[in-house]
């Protein structure tokens, strides 16, 4: 029963899981579920090529995701809106970026792939 638990908030609200053709973590997805009246999380996970770190946080019309991937290793990450124009990652728009690439958008969210290193994406949600 706590291995479900423990799989939720690191999967679920955390948002940390694996691709389904991943070995070891080298396929991140990073997708948070945002659950009842929760507005932040922040979690990390020690995989064999090192630390993975996501923490989000949804507040006066802005949606906060920060996340860290380990060298070598690539993620797909999931923001609260289809709308690219409403995305920053560090200040500046991620549209057009070589090292930030869309891959869809469906039911009001979208996906983009990263590769290793240290974000900081910011969604305006009004």
């Not at 995989?47 to 995701?65: D, H, N, P, Q």
């Not at 999931?78 to 690219?84: C, E, G, I, R």
């Not at 995305?87 to 090292?99: F, K, L, M, W």
């Not at 590769?115 to 910011?122: I, P, R, T, V």
Request: hydrophobic share 35%; net charge negative; proline share 4%.
């Amino acid at each position: 029963m706590l291995g479900h638990l423990m799989e939720w908030f690191f999967g679920g609200l955390g948002g940390i899981r694996q691709s389904e053709e991943s070995v070891a973590f080298s396929d991140i997805i990073i997708d948070p579920q945002e659950a009842g009246d929760v507005t932040w999380a922040t979690t990390a996970y020690e995989s064999v090529r090192g630390r993975i770190e996501c923490s989000w946080r949804r507040s006066g019309g802005r949606y906060t995701l920060r996340v860290a991937i380990p060298a070598g290793c690539r993620a797909t990450v999931t923001l609260p809106t289809a709308d690219p124009g409403r995305i920053t990652e560090y200040g500046r728009a991620v549209s057009g970026r070589q090292d930030i690439r869309p891959v869809d958008a469906a039911g009001g969210k979208s996906r983009w792939a990263i590769g290793s290193g240290e974000y900081l994406f910011e969604v305006e949600t009004n």
